[in-house]
């Protein structure tokens, strides 16, 4: 328990950003609730959450990451079966530098939901934190 507070007064105190109680709810609150299946319910919960917004191309998936405040998602790489997106923006910087226990996996299920209906393929998605360059990298691994 003494953690959790720890993170919400590093959360409180260090992000001032209108993105602060976003991320105490997520980064703390969620995982208490959720326990030992947090990250495993979060990227369901993506792929859900991908399913009722229907991403009809990259352009639109690109605009839901900007609107949802999730950050700036650019596509790096297109290969046969994989594609490469990183996702940078102030709250991930923030994260970062303040060392705040993060996690993408909300992120992850959305985009492999999304460029599962974008181009009919199965997917699932792997997120990679880069610190040193303060970016989240995914891959969506076509596993069809």
Excluded: H
């Amino acid at each position: 328990m003494a953690k959790n507070i720890e993170n919400i007064n590093l959360i409180a105190n260090k992000l001032s950003t209108s993105g602060s109680g976003y991320d105490i709810l997520r980064y703390v609150c969620l995982p208490d609730l959720l326990g030992k299946d947090t990250n495993s319910i979060l990227y369901v919960l993506g792929k859900n959450l991908a399913r009722k917004l229907e991403a009809k191309d990259m352009n639109v998936l690109v605009d839901f990451f900007d609107q949802l405040g999730w950050g700036q998602l650019t596509l790096i790489k297109e290969k046969r079966t994989e594609i490469i997106f990183e996702l940078t923006g102030d709250a991930i910087n923030n994260r970062i530098a303040n060392n705040i226990e993060d996690e993408y996996r909300i992120e992850s299920g959305f985009l492999a939901e999304s460029i599962q209906q974008i181009k009919d393929i199965d997917c699932e998605c792997i997120e990679e934190i880069k610190r040193r360059k303060q970016l989240v990298e995914f891959r969506v691994v076509f596993t069809r």
